[in-house]
């Protein structure tokens, strides 16, 4: 079965950077599209940034764009989400989730996204 974990929320303050990971298991890595979605109190979950393991594709939404990075390695399993200039409104619980479809030069198929790690608070304070 594919497990996900994602790890590295915390509090931190308006303009400063974390780090989250997400650990896969149970799937032939390059087969799959990782995504981190967030979700804010009484919201659904929004996909946020997302990387296919075959191609290294990625795609983030505008609101982030140019201030989150998502990066892969292969041999561990492991994918990052490199957070810079957080803002007020980044606080949210991250989950990262994990998709087996596949297709060219995209992976923002959020729909898609059907296995979830446990999500991690990050907490942006002014």
């Known amino acids: 079965d594919v497990q996900l974990q994602a790890s590295g929320g915390g509090l931190v303050q308006d303009g400063g950077s974390l780090r989250l990971s997400c650990a896969a298991s149970?799937?032939?890595?390059?087969?799959?599209?990782i995504a981190w979605f967030r979700q804010y109190p009484g919201k659904k979950r929004e996909g946020v940034t997302c990387i296919s393991l075959n191609d290294g594709y990625t795609h983030s939404i505008v609101d982030v764009r140019g201030r989150f990075t998502v990066s892969k390695d292969n041999a561990k399993k492991m994918v990052y989400l490199q957070m810079n200039r957080l803002k007020l409104e980044d606080t949210a619980v991250y989950y990262c989730?994990?998709?087996?479809?596949?297709?060219?030069?995209?992976?923002?198929?959020?729909?898609?996204?059907?296995?979830w790690g446990q999500g991690t608070q990050v907490t942006v304070q002014g």
């Open positions: 149970g799937l032939i890595f390059e087969d799959y599209s």
């Open positions: 989730a994990a998709s087996s479809a596949f297709s060219w030069g995209t992976c923002q198929h959020w729909h898609t996204y059907d296995t």
